[in-house]
Structure formats: structure tokens, C-alpha cells
């Protein structure tokens, strides 16, 4: 398994770095302890971990969500496309051309699944043409939602809401998303078929991808590169078939391997890096 330090990416290679950050709630609760990553532009990373092991937080993190939870960062830095963005707001982020797609699909169930769309160009200044255009580069990779566009998005099926969320981030045009647990809830063939379209937006449009995922297997399959978070800290990290390969992640994350051990942090072979303690 390659080092952290060792896979530090050159800037002009690199659309995000967060290094060595801290989060806590009301002043006083600790989630994220040290957390330091980067996302290769044009690439996709996973987060992954179990449920509470700090994905989310990681991605609001990022995407400067968290004041709106009595959240902020009070150690180490965020850098997005080569300037440093902890203290910028939200809607400043996606300006510059980072979005997140929220866990849990969610949409405005009153509005069509086309104005919902619609509601992710409000940042933009480029006209009507412009983004009536990117509506229809949005059917393409997702023509369920063309034949939806007029019903009402609280009435569509969960695969359905999860296409609306994500194919409103793509209308700010984002250089990268953040892709908040995308399997959650769905049947396994409409988790295929939300990833492939990951996948064709990463290879055709150039969108990078910070993808947190609690399904491990199926994020590694899709991935270049993956971290692996326990409660706040970044316990592994390395290329994604390394990963896949690895003995530990198959037995924790995985569910194939041997029994008795609670936590990835126990494994005797595994030493904890001194950069995520700094």
C-alpha cells in the first residue's frame, strides 16, 4: 500500500486538497481529527467507511455546509482548484465550480423534475440558451428524467430522485461534485446504473468526483483511488485494486475474511501514519 505523503499529487494535477483539518460541533465535539486528502482532477476518489465514521462531515467540510449545522473547521486547510476555500460560503464554492449532491436524494418534491433541474443554474450569468442547452446534455445521460421532466419530483421513484439530484449539480456546470452516499436506499441495479453514469460524466465532461460511500465494493470498482475513514481519522488509503486486494479491507469492508476483530485501527500490521496525527 503506497504512502499518503508518497501520492501527493503535483497542483496542476490536483482540483482538491484538504490538509490536515479538524472539524467540531458546538465548539466542543470533535468529529474529524487530522483528515487529509486529494482528488486528482478529472479523477474519482472514494471516502469510504461505515455509517458515523465521518464521510458526510468530510464533504460538508468541503463544500462549506457545515455552519449551517453549528459546524466549522477549526484546524487545516481546503484547497479547491488552486485557492484555499475553507471560509468561503457555499454558494461561492459552487460558483467557482465545486457542488455537493446531498445524502438522501434530495429535491423539491412540489417543483417537476425539470424546474428542479432548473433551480441548479441560479449561480449561473450565461443565459437562457446557454443553460436550456445544458438541460438537454443533462436528458442525455439521464433520458428517464426526459420522460419525467414534467411530474412532480416528490412522486418519482427513489433512482428517479437520485438522477434529479445529481443532474441538478451538473447544470452549475461544476468542475467537481461531491457525491454524498449515492446507493443509499436503491436497488442494486439502479446503483449500476447511477455509477456508470458517474462514470460517462468522468470520462466525457471531465467532472471530478469525491464520492463518499458506506458500499465499499462497489465504489472500488469505480474509483481510482480510495481512503478509508474510522471514527474522524483516515485509517488506509491507496489505489482502489490495491484496496480491493487488501486482506483487512476485504474482511471489514468487504464481508469476506476472518472474524473477531471490531475495528480496522486493530490490526496489528497496520501503523498508524504520523501526518494525520500532526
Known amino acids: ?25 458546538d ?77 438522501g436524494r434530495h429535491c423539491f418534491g412540489h417543483l417537476s423534475v425539470e424546474d428542479n433541474l432548473l433551480t441548479g443554474a441560479f449561480t449561473r450569468r450565461d443565459g437562457q440558451a446557454a443553460i436550456r442547452e445544458d438541460l438537454e446534455l443533462v436528458y442525455t445521460y439521464f433520458p428517464r428524467l426526459k420522460v419525467r421532466r414534467n411530474s412532480q419530483a416528490g412522486y418519482t421513484s427513489g433512482g428517479e430522485q437520485q438522477m434529479t439530484a445529481i443532474g441538478r449539480a451538473l447544470m452549475s456546470r461544476p468542475k467537481m461534485i461531491l457525491l454524498d452516499e449515492p446507493s443509499m436506499g436503491l436497488a442494486p441495479q439502479l446503483v449500476e446504473e447511477i455509477f456508470e453514469i458517474v462514470k460517462k460524466l468522468n470520462e466525457e465532461q471531465g467532472v471530478s468526483f469525491l464520492l463518499a460511500e458506506q458500499n465499499t465494493n462497489v465504489a472500488l470498482r469505480y474509483a481510482k483511488y480510495g481512503y478509508i475513514l474510522e471514527s474522524g481519522r483516515i485509517v488506509l488509503d491507496g489505489e482502489a485494486a490495491a484496496l480491493r486486494e487488501n486482506e483487512d479491507v476485504k474482511e ?27
Not at 469492508?253 to 498508524?272: A, I, P, T
Open 1 to 25: 500500500m503506497a504512502e499518503a505523503a508518497a501520492t501527493s499529487l503535483d497542483p496542476a494535477d490536483t482540483i482538491l486538497e484538504v490538509n490536515n483539518i479538524e472539524v467540531i460541533y
Open 27 to 103: 465548539h466542543v465535539i470533535l468529529v474529524l481529527k487530522g483528515v487529509s486528502l486529494s482528488v486528482p482532477r478529472g479523477g474519482i476518489t472514494a471516502l469510504l467507511g461505515a455509517n458515523g465514521a465521518g464521510k458526510t462531515t468530510t464533504l460538508k467540510a468541503i463544500s462549506n455546509l457545515l455552519r449551517a449545522e453549528r459546524g466549522e473547521v477549526t484546524k487545516g486547510n481546503i484547497v479547491f482548484d488552486g485557492a484555499q476555500v475553507q471560509n468561503q460560503s457555499a454558494n461561492e464554492l459552487v460558483k467557482r465550480g465545486c457542488i455537493q449532491v446531498m445524502e
Open 252 to 278: 471489514f469492508y468487504l464481508g469476506v475474511g476472518g472474524e473477531g476483530r471490531r475495528s480496522f485501527r486493530d490490526v496489528k500490521h497496520y501503523k498508524r501514519r504520523k501526518r494525520w496525527l500532526s
